[in-house]
């Protein structure tokens, strides 16, 4: 009689399936690298939620014609009163947001100006551009 056992177990490893995952760990480390970006810059971005929450908010637009408009206002406001028209728009809130709206083809100096103004007075800013 034969008592032998038809199934044979094979001793050896086999390694097929560790080199396939391995080699997926490899392919998602490579791709997910290339969207870290390593020159980002040190920036507080504003936080988004589910709700929407209004908030009063003062905001600034430059044209490209160089004129500045504050809260929706027709009128353009003179570059040297920025400063004192900000504050006043600003007097009664807590803390302060401005949002910049900056037409394309806008110089980048009259930007900074506005963020510097907006900085001196401790407001925060945020740049308002339009979505893709």
Known sequence: MNFRGRNKINPQFNMSSMTDIVFLLLIFFMIT????????????????SG????????????KKNLRFYLND???????????SEL???????????LVIRAEEGV???KVVMVM???????????????PK
């Open 73 to 83: 206002n027709k009128s353009s406001t003179p570059e040297a009163r920025i400063a």
């Open 33 to 48: 690298s290339t969207l870290v970006t390593t020159s980002a810059l040190d920036i507080i971005l504003p936080k988004a």
């Open 116 to 130: 510097d103004i907006a900085n001196r007075n401790k407001y925060k800013v945020i740049l308002a551009v339009r």
């Open 87 to 97: 504050k006043a728009s600003v007097a009664d809130l807590k803390n302060p947001v």
């Open 51 to 62: 709700k929407t929450v209004n908030k009063k908010n003062t905001s600034i637009t430059i």
């Open 107 to 109: 110089p980048i100096e």
